[in-house]
């Protein structure tokens, strides 16, 4: 697959079909914000847009779907995963991209996987589409709404927000945290005060 040569009509197409409208309509806006971002930032317009395009095309699978095709995959499943199967839609989505819609490249790829849970030392990339996913404009919490001015002000410090208010609403609906969110959150903090 040739990043510049993608074909977005007809992967909007397949999209369209697998996605529920709202799931779809989601999936359109975090497209355009990440291409917004990624243009502000001097980052990979197309790595961004395909990513955005894939990130949640493993959403719609159950649970015991999505261990399933974590087994298949390789995708190591931790604890939480297990109790929470959800979070596997991020690797899980990656994996199917990759075999079923021939994204071959890496760095795309990886985009998708983090998009969730994130990871210390992200590619600009996969900080884009990960405060995308939050901020889009579809998404009309006054938190989102805040986010969405603050990054175009300060893009590191709306992705500590950003992690902060998914954090919170974890704490608020009594679910569990998966210690990565954490782990994110703080490498955003390190990364701020640098
Ligand atoms: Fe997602
Ligand atoms: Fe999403």
């Known amino acids: 697959m040739d990043k510049n040569n993608f074909d977005e009509e007809k992967y909007l197409a397949i999209l369209s079909d697998i996605l529920s409208p709202s799931r ?5 806006g975090v497209m355009k914000k990440s291409v917004e971002y990624a243009k502000m930032l001097g980052a990979d317009t197309e790595t961004v847009k395909i ?7 493993a959403k719609f699978l ?11 995959y390789g995708i190591e499943v ?8 959800h979070l596997l839609h991020g690797p899980v989505g990656a994996a199917l991209a990759k075999e079923k819609y021939g994204i071959d490249d890496e760095n ?6 983090k998009h969730t849970l994130g990871s210390l030392d992200m590619t600009i990339e996969e900080k884009i589409v990960f405060l995308a996913d939050y901020t889009e404009d579809g998404r009309k919490y006054p938190s989102s709404q805040k986010i969405r001015q603050l990054a175009k002000k300060d893009f590191p410090l709306a992705l500590i927000k950003c992690s902060d208010e998914s954090i919170k ?4 609906t009594g679910a569990y945290i998966h ?3 954490i782990i994110t959150r ?6 701020y005060k640098k």
């Open 24 to 28: 779809f309509s989601h999936t359109v």
């Open 51 to 57: 990513a955005a395009l894939f990130h949640d095309c």
């Open 62 to 72: 159950r649970p015991e779907e999505l261990l399933e095709h974590a087994q298949r």
């Open 78 to 85: 931790d604890e939480y995963m297990q109790r929470t199967p």
């Open 108 to 113: 795309i790829l990886s985009v998708i996987e």
């Open 169 to 172: 609403h974890l704490l608020a």
């Open 179 to 181: 210690p990565q969110s």
């Open 186 to 191: 703080n490498g955003f903090i390190e990364e």
